[in-house]
């Protein structure tokens, strides 16, 4: 019986070797290619990009023979690249879309089929459900040899580096960035991103310190390559110990960012978000909406009331970020998960481009990021985040969701709930300004429970009380 593939947030993913194998991932691309003869999109051909994961380069390979074999073009990256500099290379090489091998922040063990499309962003939801319709079982599998597509032009494969970087050149200067002087402290987290700021901003004064900067799909000494604690203490450590003025951690595909402030702190997604929207806003005087999902900060809808922008929320995920960000020509889009696109780019996660504009705000502002920070809490207020990842019963999924679903509470860890959004997940909004969301994963086989309050002391007593609602209490792990 085959493994039956659902396409979830961005496409697929599985364990390796025991759902996400060569005939699983040959099936997708059948699927993809599928989708592309339906849509009259085979012209132009399709860029296959992976990351630094187990195989990651075969999987692609494999993905690459059965996309050449319906006589579609294939642009094959060649070397581990970072997600948005394989999406920027659909536009480069103006081509209908992208197959990304890649689990981003995933433990180890996962493998991921993602898709992008024409536009360089995600495909929207009914995209998603198309492609998944057409995967054919494993014997209706077309493939060529891989030696043999390359000989006939079928597949080629290139280097996306340097029109990434031309594109990069027209985003921000980097050559201040490199007089500055500074000491940046970079984690690559073993994956795609290794190496990108060290030789973007070699040449001046600047000064890269960097580690997990080599390829090792086990990503030793963290739990998964995601740019949250505990995974980037080494980071913290490393700012305190070479004394650098920001640390910057990217993830396993270098789609989302992490970062420290110079005394070694962590700056969380919800302050990363609103860091990077005020320096666009303040700093570069640019307009423009604001796009964020459902379960990120009210720090954005206090600078958009600010700015006099306007301000949309989606459901979670770039499926539906992506979209809204091209139908509204968005300054800038993102997520709690530490993901932000930006207007003039692509409508795509891009951890590198929200880096260096992390950097340029310290550098042109001559601020450090805790007094970055401090002056965003000048402008709305001091905001506080908390988040728990927990596993459950899988048997016990539905009993949760109906539990929820009839679950109407009037007050949360001694707050007013003054209203409850259901748009993905479990939204309830909280008399202090702040909420709780509660949500099943997407990608993986746990639940999220999320919180930004106005009142430090009570972020876990809100978690606490989250956790109660679904009945979860005696489950998991925070």
Known sequence: MPTQIIFGTDGWRGVIAEDFTFENVRRCAQGMARYLIATNQTTRGLVIGYDTRFASDLFAQAAAEVIAAHGIKVYLVDRPTPTPVISYAILAKRAHGAINITSSHNPPIWGGFKVRADYAGAIAPEGLKHIESLIPPPDEIKRVRFDDACEQGLIEIFDPKPAYIKQLEKLVALEPLRDSGLTLAVDSMWGAGMGWFKSLLAGGTMRVVEIHDQRNPLFPEMHNPEPIPPNVNGLMELVKRER???????????????????????????????????????????????????????????????????????????????????????????????????????????????????????VQTNKTPSQLIDHLFDLVGPHYYERIDTTFPEEKRGEILARLQSAQPTEIAGFKVTGIN?????????????WLVIRFSGTEPIMRFYVETTQEYKRHDILDAGLKLAGLKDYGKR
């Open 244 to 362: 650098a003025h920001l640390g910057i951690a990217t993830d396993g595909d270098a789609d989302r960012i992490g970062g420290s402030t110079e005394k070694g702190v962590f700056i969380h997604q919800l302050q990363m978000y609103a860091l990077l929207a005020l320096y666009l806003l303040e700093v570069r005087g640019q307009r423009g909406p604001i796009v964020r999902t459902l379960n990120t900060t009210v720090m954005l809808d206090k600078l958009a009331k600010r700015f006099n922008v306007p301000l949309y929320e989606t459901g979670v995920g770039f499926k539906y970020v992506a979209p809204k960000m091209v139908e509204t020509n968005a300054l800038i889009g993102g997520e709690e998960s530490g993901g932000y696109a930006f207007q003039g780019h692509i409508p795509e996660r891009d951890g590198i481009v929200a880096g260096l504009y992390l950097l340029d705000f310290v």
């Open 422 to 434: 259901t748009l993905d997940g479990f939204k309830y909004l909280l008399a202090d300004g702040g």
